[in-house]
């Protein structure tokens, strides 16, 4: 379902395709990244007392609970939370 007339759809479908393909490339994954923060950022706030580590392991696991093995995503999530913190 949408809400968007026509016209609009089709003016921002020209817009879209007046970007370069570097541009539409980069501006997906900012889309991405920017949908990804808003999940973890949820996940902040409904889990306070999780550390970095904690954060992206519930984020992986919302992510791939359907795609993968349980017992590997457990393996993947133990992985996760054992990582020591880089400050490189």
């Given at each position: 379902?949408?809400?968007?007339?026509?016209?609009?759809?089709?003016?921002?479908?020209?817009?879209?395709?007046?970007?370069?393909?570097?541009?539409?490339?980069r501006?997906?994954?900012?889309?991405?990244?920017?949908?990804?923060?808003?999940?973890?950022?949820?996940?902040?706030?409904?889990?306070?007392?999780?550390?970095?580590?904690?954060?992206?392991?519930?984020?992986?696991?919302?992510?791939?609970?359907e795609?993968?093995?349980?017992?590997?995503?457990?393996?993947?999530?133990?992985?996760?939370?054992?990582?020591?913190?880089?400050?490189?």
């Amino acid at each position: 379902m949408t809400d968007t007339p026509d016209h609009i759809r089709k003016k921002q479908k020209e817009r879209w395709l007046s970007f370069s393909d570097a541009e539409r490339f980069r501006l997906g994954f900012e889309m991405i990244d920017e949908v990804n923060e808003q999940i973890k950022s949820r996940i902040r706030e409904q889990n306070p007392d999780f550390t970095d580590r904690e954060v992206t392991a519930e984020f992986v696991r919302q992510l791939y609970k359907e795609e993968l093995p349980a017992a590997y995503l457990a393996e993947v999530l133990t992985w996760i939370r054992a990582q020591s913190v880089s400050h490189t």
